[in-house]
């Protein structure tokens, strides 16, 4: 079997309920929450676009609408702001819109978990290698994640993951991966456990949301029996993988934030803020000042 075959598509899983954002997420998708002026999932497309990947599958489910009208033309809203002499801002909107065609959207009628949401992507994908992007990991650097990957994947096909060091004390709290051979962009799997006691865990690279998987997964998943949370996890299927394809890691040179949680998606605001040239200087200034603030009332109380 070939296992160098160009990644044309890309899956992004975008069923979930949110809950940790109640109860912002009972009328929006959490994918839709803002990092400074654009959705949590656009990061996502961006990245898998400037990779080089050509089309864009989305798991969705039922109140998840919001996400195709953001990916879809707004003429009334083109017009008004045309009219308002808004130049710049039609010229962002069309510039963000996808080209036709090149997105496609599919249903996880039921929260069986990520694996689950993989595997409902499967006609959709069909017989060939694709990238997966968990929207709520969003990162950034020199190079964006999934370029990464896919430099490490030109180099040695197979299936490829990103990862990145935590404290070795974390190593609880995700999944990690157990390190080969050394390659140019990265270095070959040799195991993977989730979230292993740092007594015993085999490194602190931890897999941070982005993956280029084989389309064999889709049988494997097809039977993979319920693991943690009683949900079919995506990590069991892929160590029945490993065994018969490799696995190699590449390590992420940026910083990536979960913005599944409150803690990374107020984290990420404040980065990506800074990023910016139009809020760098005032934010310099009165973030110290909100600090500040903050702890004096704290003593207060």
Known sequence: MEQNRPVRKAVIPVAGNGTRFLPATKAMPKEMLTIVDRPVVQYAVDEAMQAGIEHIIFVTSRNKT??????????????????????????????????????????????????????????????????????????????????????????????????????????SSYGIVAMGTSVQHGFEVTGMVEKPDPSVAPSNYYINGRYILQPEIFELLAGQERGA???????????????????????????????????????????????????????????????????TRVQAA
């Open 66 to 171: 919001a996400i195709e009208d953001y990916f879809d033309s707004a003429p009334e809203l083109i017009a008004t702001l045309t009219r308002s002499g808004k130049t710049t801002q039609v010229t962002q909107l069309e510039k963000m819109l996808p080209v036709a065609g090149t997105v496609s959207y599919t249903r996880q009628q039921v929260p069986l978990g990520l694996g689950h949401a993989v595997w409902c992507a499967r006609e959709l994908v069909g017989n060939e290698p694709f990238a997966l992007l968990l929207p709520d990991m969003v990162s950034y650097g020199r190079q964006g994640c999934m370029a990464g990957l896919m430099e490490l994947y030109e180099e040695v096909g197979g299936n490829v993951i990103a990862v990145e060091e935590c404290a070795p004390e974390e190593t």
């Open 229 to 295: 949370g009683n949900e079919i996890q995506l990590t069991d299927s892929m160590q029945r993988l490993a065994t018969t394809q490799s696995f190699y890691a590449h390590p992420y040179q940026g910083r990536t934030f979960d913005c599944g949680s409150k803690r990374g998606f107020i984290e990420a605001n404040v980065a990506f803020s800074m990023l910016r040239a139009d809020m760098r200087d005032q934010l310099s200034v009165s973030l110290p000042e909100i600090l500040s603030s903050h702890e």
